[in-house]
């Protein structure tokens, strides 16, 4: 009875070590889905562009909601997920500004993917929503990169996970690094993903305190460019509609490109966050660098978003592939 015992507890840690080693060796890698689904960046890449020429806000939008899932319980589309008592990602205050256009995009590929037979209910949503965001961003005029694949689909997603996971429009360097450094980005990743705003759009509560009531010294933020801000306030009034959003990127705000390091120079960085990145020493070399240099930029940017797409994904036999994006399996 005791050898039988020995037997199975040898036999449990083997089958035991050999998952460790499956879901080690089951990394993200670039041809993924080749013997699977051979045409999926095609497919996509086309119901991608569809979309964005149906409009532009397919663009910050994609991007933003890839970034947003990202950082709340890893790149696993946990942010797609729906719940019938409002209490998914999604859901949370920080996240109820994701446009709709965004989760439309990855659906609309979901659609598409899934109308040849090989590949249906064999791409993960989390996939879709990566390769996505590469294309949106070359749309936009920015740079195609190749992306790492073989994401599996979370089955959690729940309202408190967000809370105190996403960045700040107020936060300081020290804020951001903290943040980004808990994700395996550094400084230079983290600069060059805030890069990102110059297709982006914000309301104007995010920002309303830096041109009405900054301080009882200075009713407008110092580091802002003065008739910015006077541009701002023509633009968010005091009491302003709600809905109203107003670009981030004041000179090219449908082109991925460097300007929005040009205006963080110019003190036209919309956000405490935007600006903070030129007014502080540590970071400022880093600004001027891709403001001088586009090719600098593009590819300090290709080398952090293929970073932040590898961050807590789930891979091998861990989760699931969603067959609707929406829903959990």
Known sequence: M???????????????????????????????????CPNVESVVRSAVTQKFQQTF????????????????RGCDASVLLASANGKAEKDHPD?????????????????????????????????????????VIALAGG?????????????????????????????GLDQLNTMFTSHGLNQTDMVALSGAHTIGFSHCNRFSKRIYNFSPR????????????????QMCPIRVDPRIAINMDPTTPQTFDNAYFKNLQQGKGLFTSDEVLFTDN?????????????????QAFVSAITKLGRVGVKTGTQGEIRRDCTVVN
């Open 2 to 36: 005791e050898i039988q015992r020995i037997i199975m507890l040898i036999f449990s840690s083997i089958i035991f070590l050999s998952v460790l080693v499956t879901n080690a060796n089951a990394q993200l890698r670039f041809g993924f889905y080749n013997s699977i």
């Open 57 to 72: 806000v397919t663009a910050p939008a994609t991007l933003r909601l890839f970034f947003h899932d990202c950082f709340v």
């Open 95 to 135: 996240n109820l500004s994701l446009a709709g256009d965004g989760f439309d995009t990855v659906i609309k590929a979901k659609v598409a993917v899934d109308r040849d037979l090989r590949c249906r209910n064999k791409v993960s949503c989390a996939d879709l929503l990566a390769l996505a965001t590469r294309d």
């Open 143 to 171: 740079p195609s990169y190749s992306v790492e694949l073989g994401r599996r689909d979370g089955r959690i997603s729940s309202i408190a996970s967000v809370q105190g996971s996403l960045p700040h429009p107020g936060f």
């Open 218 to 233: 200075n009713r407008i933020d110092p580091t802002l460019d003065l008739q910015y801000a006077f541009q701002l306030r």
């Open 282 to 298: 540590r970071s400022k070399a880093t600004v001027n660098q891709f403001a001088s240099s586009k090719d600098a930029y593009n």
